[in-house]
């Protein structure tokens, strides 16, 4: 079945090239009497528009759709005339589906790299089942991506139009992070989560049914310069310093974060895994604590054993309350950065120093709380114990069994889930940490370190 079509007579002529060109004085339109159903709509300003009118069966009522804009070299007369020849092959319920399917990609190409950004969002932090039975954020790190794609993306490409951004835009962006252009200070690291972030935002937006771009943008990007990981290590006279220094009473931070500060050292444990302990995670008979897997970065369980060192800092710092490493009014543990704060100190808006942080007041080069993991673990190492069990303890998946066997990663991930014998292996590894954590900081300062500034 061919759709219908319908022509005015009053105007019906041979459509030529030359009747597009023509000026008007008003706006005009110009039915083809060879093609009926196309017209030309040709305005004052000098443009002709080719039309494609006819009358959806279905409802009865004229429709009409845009053909494309009169080009005597790309797109004629004729071109149009082909056009429709081909939509009136389709048949009248075919053609309303196609107009209805372009009609819905022309609004998903019509929204903003702003807009997408936001829906983006929504659907990161949309919460749906996983694996362990609790309802989380779809994607667990949204707070952050959701922070790049607002500081770097969205301020330069924002009232762009998502579907005309393009790699050269992308690169741009990139490469005036990198010399410190846009987003503050020069960073490689910044360029890197702002690429990785718009790349997961490009290619959603791709996937079908959403169809605001035909294809991310973010491909074959020149490469970023190479990032080394931190090495940053103490000593043990740092260690010492650092210690001692955490229980001065004239330190401008709380001494719940000095507290964190020490079981970070005494565990091995995240800053985002140790600070909101709660004490039902603390299981007294087994001497661990039960890190959920919604805190973990792997997001799985962590039984962390805890020596007598790490006991008695936890029972100090929680006193009374719930949380063993609380905020300000006590019912709340602390924030995220805390810890890092602590240490690096805080500045004002005009780059002034508002409070000094621990390192400057110790007298110690800068590091940060995980660089307190990265000593701990450098220091079981050079006390000769398990690799396999220093591994453990920083959360780190085994991937060789007992005998150097590589394991398959779906047999700690899926299949071995028994608990006991890594704990086991933990133990053997921090209990003789403390004990040497406690000779360090029990011996005198080398001569030429100081324990205040």
């Given at each position: 079945?061919?759709?219908?079509?319908?022509?005015?007579?009053?105007?019906?002529?041979?459509?030529?090239?030359?009747?597009?060109?023509?000026?008007?004085?008003?706006?005009?339109?110009?039915?083809?009497?060879?093609?009926?159903?196309?017209?030309?709509?040709?305005?004052?300003?000098?443009?002709?528009?080719?039309?494609?009118?006819?009358?959806?069966?279905?409802?009865?009522?004229?429709?009409?759709?845009?053909?494309?804009?009169?080009?005597?070299?790309?797109?004629?007369?004729?071109?149009?005339?082909?056009?429709?020849?081909?939509?009136?092959?389709?048949?009248?319920?075919?053609?309303?589906?196609?107009?209805?399917?372009?009609?819905?990609?022309?609004?998903?190409?019509?929204?903003?790299?702003?807009?997408?950004?936001?829906?983006?969002?929504?659907?990161?932090?949309?919460?749906v089942l996983k694996r362990?039975?609790?309802?989380?954020?779809?994607?667990?790190?949204?707070?952050?991506?959701?922070?790049?794609?607002?500081?770097?993306?969205?301020?330069?490409?924002?009232?762009?139009?998502?579907?005309?951004?393009?790699?050269?835009?992308?690169?741009?962006?990139?490469?005036?992070?990198?010399?410190?252009?846009?987003?503050?200070?020069?960073?490689?690291?910044?360029?890197?989560?702002?690429?990785?972030?718009?790349?997961?935002?490009?290619?959603?937006?791709?996937?079908?049914?959403?169809?605001?771009?035909?294809?991310?943008?973010?491909?074959?990007?020149?490469?970023?310069?190479?990032?080394?990981?931190?090495?940053?290590?103490?000593?043990?006279?740092?260690?010492?310093?650092?210690?001692?220094?955490?229980?001065?009473?004239?330190?401008?931070?709380?001494c719940r974060t000095c507290?964190?500060?020490?079981?970070?050292?005494?565990?091995?444990?995240?800053?985002?895994?140790?600070?909101?302990?709660?004490?039902?995670?603390?299981?007294?008979?087994?001497?661990?604590?039960?890190?959920?897997?919604?805190?973990?970065?792997?997001?799985?369980?962590?039984?962390?054993?805890?020596?007598?060192?790490?006991?008695?800092?936890?029972?100090?710092?929680?006193?009374?309350?719930?949380?063993?490493?609380?905020?300000?009014?006590?019912?709340?543990?602390?924030?995220?950065?805390?810890?890092?704060?602590?240490?690096?100190?805080?500045?004002?808006?005009?780059?002034?120093?508002?409070?000094?942080?621990?390192?400057?007041?110790?007298?110690?080069?800068?590091?940060?709380?995980?660089?307190?993991?990265?000593?701990?673990?450098?220091?079981?190492?050079?006390?000769?114990?398990?690799?396999?069990?220093?591994?453990?303890?920083?959360?780190?998946?085994?991937?060789?069994?007992?005998?150097?066997?590589?394991?398959?990663?779906?047999?700690?991930?899926?299949?071995?889930?028994?608990?006991?014998?890594?704990?086991?292996?933990?133990?053997?590894?921090?209990?003789?940490?403390?004990?040497?954590?406690?000779?360090?900081?029990?011996?005198?300062?080398?001569?030429?370190?100081?324990?205040?500034?």
């Open positions: 079945m061919t759709a219908t079509t319908t022509t005015t007579k009053r105007s019906s002529v041979i459509l030529t090239d030359r009747a597009c060109q023509r000026r008007v004085t008003k706006r005009t339109k110009v039915y083809d009497r060879k093609c009926p159903g196309l017209y030309a709509s040709i305005i004052p300003a000098g443009t002709a528009t080719f039309n494609f009118k006819f009358t959806d069966k279905q409802t009865g009522k004229q429709r009409s759709t845009v053909l494309g804009t009169y080009n005597p070299e790309t797109f004629t007369v004729d071109h149009a005339r082909s056009k429709v020849y081909a939509l009136k092959g389709l048949g009248s319920v075919a053609l309303v589906e196609q107009l209805r399917q372009t009609k819905t990609e022309q609004e998903a190409r019509s929204k903003t790299v702003a807009e997408i950004v936001e829906e983006r969002i929504e659907w990161m932090k949309t919460k362990d039975g609790e309802m989380r954020p779809r994607i667990e790190s949204w707070e952050g991506v959701a922070r790049h794609l607002r500081n770097f993306i969205v301020p330069r490409l924002g009232k762009k139009l998502a579907c005309d951004v393009t790699k050269h835009d992308i690169a741009t962006l990139s490469n005036d992070i990198v010399a410190g252009k846009h987003g503050g200070k020069a960073s490689v690291a910044n360029a890197r989560h702002m690429r990785r972030a718009a790349s997961g935002l490009f290619n959603w937006a791709a996937e079908a049914g959403r169809d605001y771009v035909s294809a991310s943008p973010c491909i074959n990007l020149p490469k970023l310069d190479d990032e080394f990981p931190r090495t940053r290590v103490l000593s043990a006279d740092e260690v010492r310093i650092f210690w001692h220094g955490l229980d001065r009473s004239d330190l401008p931070w709380d507290f964190a500060l020490k079981f970070a050292l005494a565990t091995m444990l995240r800053s985002g895994e140790l600070l909101p302990i709660h004490r039902d995670e603390i299981n007294t008979s087994e001497g661990t604590v039960d890190i959920p897997a919604n805190r973990v970065k792997k997001r799985r369980i962590i039984n962390q054993p805890l020596s007598d060192l790490a006991r008695e800092i936890i029972t100090e710092a929680m006193g009374n309350y719930d949380y063993a490493f609380t905020g300000r009014f006590g019912n709340a543990p602390l924030a995220r950065q805390a810890m890092s704060n602590a240490l690096k100190g805080t500045k004002r808006s005009n780059g002034k120093t508002k409070t000094p942080g621990i390192c400057e007041l110790l007298g110690l080069k800068p590091f940060t709380p995980h660089d307190l993991r990265r000593t701990a673990a450098t220091m079981c190492g050079n006390l000769g114990l398990s690799e396999a069990g220093i591994s453990l303890c920083l959360d780190h998946q085994a991937s060789k069994d007992e005998h150097g066997k590589l394991l398959p990663a779906v047999t700690n991930r899926v299949y071995n889930l028994a608990t006991r014998a890594r704990v086991t292996k933990k133990r053997e590894v921090l209990d003789p940490w403390a004990i040497e954590l406690r000779r360090i900081v029990s011996e005198p300062a080398t001569e030429g370190q100081r324990l205040a500034a």
